[in-house]
C-alpha cells in the first residue's frame, strides 16, 4: 500500500462551509473598520486558524481586533450553519467507501474543534469521526501553513508522514502537508489549479477521489 493514512481537510473538503464563513468574516471586519471582501477574506484567510486573522491585521493597520473577536465570530458563523451548511456533495460517498475498506482515515482542520463538531452534526457527517479521528490547530498551537498539525494528527494515528497523503483545498493546506513530508491532493473545487502549486495531484470532485486514493492505497477501485 502507497497509504496507511488519508487526512482530511474539513472546511471546503468534508463541509462546504468555506463561502458561508468567508462572507461572515467579510462583514464583520469591514464593520470593525477594516474593510474586506469576499475575495479578500478566501485569498488571505482560507485554511488559516483565527490567529491568523488576528495577526494580518495587526500587521497591516498596527490595530488588534476587539477582545471577544472570535466568540462573536464563531457565534454569528455557527448561527448561518444552522441554516445554511451542507456537506461536501460526493463526500460521503468517499468516506462510506473508506470505512467499508478499512483505509484509515481522520480530519485535521484549523478551525476548533467546536466548530468542528458543530459542521459535523448538522451535515450528518459526525457519524464518520469519533473523537478519535478529529484534530484541530488548537491541539498544537500553530495553524497551518506550519506543518504541526498534519503531523500530529500522523502521530496519534500511528502513521509515519510519509505513509500519509492529506486531501485539501487552500494554498496553506498544502503548503503545511508538503512542509509535513505527505502527499497531498489538491482539491479544486473553490480554488483554481494554479494557486495549489506543490499537490501531489489535483482533482474537481469528490467522484474522482473514491477511485484515486483505493487505487494509491491498494485496495482497488469501487
Same mark, same amino acid.
Given at each position: 500500500? $502507497?497509504? /496507511?493514512?488519508? &487526512?482530511?481537510?474539513?472546511?471546503?473538503?468534508?463541509?462546504?462551509?468555506?463561502? &458561508?464563513?468567508? $462572507?461572515?468574516?467579510?462583514?464583520?471586519?469591514?464593520?470593525? !473598520?477594516?474593510?474586506?471582501?469576499?475575495? /479578500?477574506?478566501? =485569498?488571505?484567510?482560507?485554511?488559516?486558524?483565527?490567529?491568523?486573522?488576528? %495577526?494580518?491585521?495587526?500587521? $497591516?493597520?498596527?490595530?488588534?481586533? @476587539?477582545?471577544?473577536?472570535?466568540?462573536?465570530?464563531?457565534?454569528?458563523?455557527?448561527? +448561518?450553519?444552522?441554516? %445554511?451548511?451542507?456537506?461536501? *456533495? !460526493?463526500?460521503?460517498?468517499?468516506?462510506?467507501?473508506?470505512?467499508?475498506?478499512?483505509?484509515?482515515?481522520?480530519?485535521?482542520?484549523?478551525?476548533?474543534?467546536? =466548530? &468542528? =463538531?458543530?459542521?459535523?452534526?448538522?451535515?450528518?457527517?459526525?457519524?464518520?469521526?469519533?473523537?478519535?479521528? &478529529?484534530?484541530?490547530?488548537? /491541539?498544537?498551537?500553530?495553524?497551518?501553513?506550519?506543518?504541526?498539525?498534519?503531523?500530529?494528527? *500522523?502521530?496519534?494515528?500511528?502513521?509515519? @508522514?510519509?505513509?500519509?497523503?492529506?486531501?485539501?483545498?487552500? @494554498?496553506?493546506?498544502?503548503?503545511?502537508?508538503?512542509?509535513?513530508?505527505?502527499?497531498?491532493? !489538491?482539491?479544486?473545487?473553490?480554488? @483554481?489549479?494554479?494557486?495549489?502549486?506543490?499537490?501531489? =495531484?489535483?482533482? !474537481?470532485?469528490?467522484? %474522482?477521489?473514491?477511485?484515486?486514493?483505493?487505487? +494509491?492505497?491498494?485496495?482497488?477501485?469501487?
Amino acid at each position: 500500500m $502507497r497509504y /496507511d493514512l488519508v &487526512i482530511f481537510d474539513n472546511d471546503g473538503v468534508l463541509v462546504d462551509s468555506e463561502p &458561508i464563513s468567508n $462572507r461572515l468574516l467579510a462583514a464583520y471586519l469591514t464593520e470593525l !473598520g477594516h474593510p474586506t471582501s469576499y475575495e /479578500d477574506s478566501i =485569498r488571505d484567510y482560507m485554511g488559516a486558524a483565527m490567529h491568523r486573522v488576528h %495577526e494580518l491585521v495587526l500587521e $497591516r493597520t498596527g490595530q488588534r481586533l @476587539p477582545e471577544g473577536f472570535d466568540e462573536v465570530f464563531h457565534a454569528r458563523v455557527f448561527a +448561518a450553519f444552522e441554516r %445554511e451548511l451542507t456537506a461536501v *456533495a !460526493g463526500v460521503v460517498d468517499v468516506l462510506e467507501k473508506l470505512a467499508g475498506d478499512q483505509v484509515p482515515y481522520c480530519v485535521a482542520s484549523s478551525g476548533s474543534h467546536e =466548530r &468542528i =463538531r458543530v459542521g459535523h452534526r448538522t451535515t450528518g457527517l459526525d457519524r464518520f469521526f469519533d473523537d478519535g479521528r &478529529i484534530f484541530s490547530s488548537q /491541539d498544537v498551537g500553530r495553524g497551518k501553513p506550519a506543518p504541526d498539525l498534519f503531523l500530529y494528527a *500522523a502521530e496519534r494515528m500511528g502513521v509515519v @508522514p510519509e505513509r500519509c497523503v492529506v486531501v485539501e483545498d487552500s @494554498p496553506l493546506g498544502v503548503q503545511a502537508a508538503v512542509a509535513a513530508g505527505m502527499d497531498v491532493y !489538491g482539491f479544486t473545487a473553490m480554488t @483554481p489549479a494554479g494557486k495549489l502549486g506543490g499537490a501531489t =495531484r489535483l482533482f !474537481g470532485g469528490m467522484g %474522482e477521489l473514491v477511485d484515486v486514493l483505493l487505487a +494509491a492505497s491498494g485496495r482497488g477501485g469501487r
